[in-house]
């Protein structure tokens, strides 16, 4: 008899998605709507658009790494120039897409907001780590769930102080976070503990959201996640069912006023007939 060896979770997510492993983020897009998840990683449809708040939360992510970078090669923090240089080539390097602007909000009005936060990031203690800095945006892969693909992730800011492994993850918003919507965004941050709390065996970990926000006068705000065992436990319950949803190809349109205006995939959506 020749037995037939099953593929391995590795081998079904890359058959699925053309990647062998998942990503916090890709979840989170299955579980805001499995049909974008769909139109996005099994489909691979190109996104002729995207949301202007994207475009500028991964600009003000490319400054603050640029930053980190200069940190751990041990030189002088970067000026407001070099740092506003970075921002603008996030704008630059996003290719043809058309951006989705909110109202009143141009390129050059979200310009001068990230120059407000910029200069109140350079200004307030979260530029100045206390601690040794490990990694910018480190990149961890191990497999974190028996049965499930590997996870990937990319750890904005870990930080080695003399009591624990500080893992940073930058966030941009329209406004501040309490820290009830802290706890509520916790998820990512507790599955990104699972593969930081190899980088220093028997050191512990300690989980943050540094929230940096697009108000008039930006603030800049740590909300610390706990690191409760059954929180784990039950994140990973969740990742293990939602990607169990994902491979029996439960996919649906979830509409939402938040999420369908800015949605790149709205002609497919409408034409998709179920
Ligand atoms: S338009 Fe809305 S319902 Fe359709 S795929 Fe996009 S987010 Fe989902």
């Not at 041990?74 to 740092?83: E, M, V």
């Not at 976070?177 to 028997?202: H, T």
């Not at 649906?252 to 998709?272: D, E, G, I, N, V």
Request: hydrophobic share 40%.
């Amino acid at each position: 008899m020749i037995a037939i060896a099953r593929p391995t979770a590795n081998q079904v997510a890359e058959e699925l998605t053309g990647r062998s492993y998942v990503s916090f983020s890709s979840l989170r897009t299955f579980r805001e709507c499995p049909l974008r998840y769909y139109f996005r990683y099994i489909a691979g449809l190109p996104e002729e658009t995207v949301a202007a708040g994207l475009v500028f939360g991964s600009a003000i992510h490319r400054a603050l790494e640029t930053h980190f970078r200069e940190l751990l090669s041990g030189n002088r923090p970067p000026s407001l120039d070099a740092l506003l240089a970075e921002y603008h080539g996030g704008w630059s390097d996003r290719g043809e897409q058309q951006v989705l602007f909110g109202k009143g909000e141009d390129q050059n009005s979200l310009a001068m907001v990230a120059r407000r936060i910029l200069v109140a990031f350079q200004a307030s203690e979260l530029a100045c780590p206390a601690g040794t800095i490990l990694g910018v945006e480190e990149e961890l892969r191990e497999n974190v769930i028996p049965g499930l693909p590997d996870v990937l992730a990319r750890l904005d800011l870990v930080v080695e102080t003399d009591r624990a492994v500080v893992v940073t993850d930058f966030k941009t918003a329209r406004a501040r976070w309490s820290q009830e919507q802290a706890e509520d965004a916790g998820e990512q941050l507790l599955l990104y503990s699972e593969l930081a709390k190899q980088l220093v065996p028997g050191k512990p970990v300690k989980l943050e959201f540094a929230v940096v926000t697009k108000t008039k006068v930006p603030a800049i705000e740590r909300h610390e996640i706990e690191l409760v065992p059954q929180r784990v436990a039950r994140m990973k319950r969740v990742v293990r069912r939602v990607w169990r949803a994902i491979e029996a190809g439960h996919f649906y349109p979830a509409p939402s006023p938040l999420s369908c205006p800015t949605c790149p995939f709205r002609k497919p959506c409408r034409k998709w007939t179920g």
